[in-house]
T-cell receptor, first 110, second 113 residues
Framework: SQQGEEDPQALSIQEGENATMNCSYK?????LQWYRQNSGRGLVHLIL?????REKHSGRLRVTLDTSKKSSSLLITASRAADTASYFC??????????FGSGTQLTVLP | DAGVIQSPRHEVTEMGQEVTLRCKPI?????LFWYRQTMMRGLELLIY????????DSGMPEDRFSAKMPNASFSTLKIQPSEPRDSAVYFC???????????FGPGTRLTVT
């Protein structure tokens, strides 16, 4: 069973708009990662943020981490139809196993 | 790089049959993870290996499930006997020992009728 939540469960936006997804977890973490899953495919790693970092950027992606609130957010700027996918946060503590959130289904309409 | 390779991609079997899923991790990666994904339970870690040794199998549902990693380039997940509730997509992922980023295979969609 998952030990965190993501919201919204589903998000539908127009191409060019920004998309924000939120993740909450319940344990102490070493790092938090975001993955993308296209329909019928495996997960693809997007970005990792360490517990001592507050914000990280990679291209059109911006991730924030607030360890006091045990939450993270993923912002995708200037979205494209190709960004349509499910997005999962995942975190790990001192061990290397990942625990995944419930995912956000993002639909970007052309 | 071929990426993580899983076979078969799809498996349909009858309840009670043995099912074997296979995984070839990325060359040089020494950690391997098996996950199960369902609509109801999301992504769950079943077991993970480090240098071919099982480190944590607490996610394995029950004794019907077993996993092996006989060498650094091959792992199997076996279900015997299979049940309809085992229907899911099973993913294998690998990573380097000093990183947390995992690389996922395309998955095996298992249907048990």
């Amino acid at each position: 069973s998952q030990q965190g939540e993501e919201d919204p469960q589903a998000l539908s936006i127009q191409e060019g708009e920004n998309a924000t997804m939120n993740c909450s977890y319940k344990t102490s973490i070493n790092n938090l990662q975001w993955y993308r899953q296209n329909s019928g495919r495996g997960l693809v790693h997007l970005i990792l943020i360490r517990s001592n970092e507050r914000e990280k950027h990679s291209g059109r992606l911006r991730v924030t981490l607030d360890t006091s609130k045990k939450s993270s957010s993923l912002l995708i700027t200037a979205s494209r139809a190709a960004d349509t996918a499910s997005y999962f946060c995942a975190w790990s503590g001192s061990a290397r196993q990942l625990t995944f959130g419930s995912g956000t289904q993002l639909t970007v309409l052309p | 790089d071929a990426g993580v390779i899983q076979s078969p991609r799809h498996e349909v079997t009858e309840m009670g049959q043995e099912v074997t899923l296979r995984c070839k991790p990325i060359s040089g990666h020494n950690s391997l993870f098996w996950y199960r994904q369902t609509m109801m339970r999301g992504l769950e870690l079943l077991i993970y290996f480090n240098n071919n040794v099982p480190i944590d199998d607490s996610g394995m549902p029950e004794d019907r499930f077993s996993a092996k990693m006989p060498n650094a380039s091959f792992s199997t997940l076996k279900i015997q006997p299979s049940e309809p509730r085992d229907s899911a997509v099973y993913f294998c992922a690998s990573s380097l020992a000093d990183t947390y980023e995992q690389y996922f295979g395309p998955g095996t969609r298992l249907t048990v009728t």
